[in-house]
């Protein structure tokens, strides 16, 4: 089992920028997909961002492209994922998860059910 902590989430004005960070305690990260996903208060979970294990493959929700980019440190055992001008729409609940896979490419990685961990989330506010 894989334990994954986010950190990073504050409160920002709108077109401001935050870095959320998911640290993972595994014996190594080279063989796990990551995702992000958030949550917003009364809406269902949704996909943001992927990396497949080693950082081939990334994926984006269409929301975010363009403004956030997924990626990783295996050494230090983290993936980053800078949000950049931030509005209202992105304030949410943001969590990373993992899945074991050998793939290069993976798009099932856009959903959540695919994952087998996750991490407790960190909260993001936009401000107006």
């Known amino acids: 089992q894989v334990q994954l902590v986010e950190s990073g989430g504050g409160l920002v004005q709108a077109g401001g920028s935050l870095r959320l960070s998911c640290s993972v305690t595994a014996f190594t990260l080279d063989y796990y997909a990551i995702g992000w996903f958030r949550q917003a208060p009364g809406k269902e979970r949704e996909f943001v961002a992927a990396t497949t294990k080693r950082g081939d493959s990334s994926y984006y929700a269409d929301s975010v492209k363009g403004r956030f980019t997924i990626s990783r440190d295996n050494a230090k055992m983290t993936v980053y994922l800078p949000l950049n001008r931030l509005t209202s729409e992105d304030t949410a609940a943001y969590s990373c998860?993992?899945?074991?896979?050998?793939?290069?490419?993976?798009?099932?990685?856009?959903?959540?059910?695919?994952?087998?961990?996750w991490g407790q989330g960190t909260q993001v506010t936009v401000s107006s």
């Open positions: 998860a993992a899945r074991i896979s050998a793939l290069s490419t993976d798009n099932l990685l856009k959903y959540d059910y695919y994952y087998h961990d």
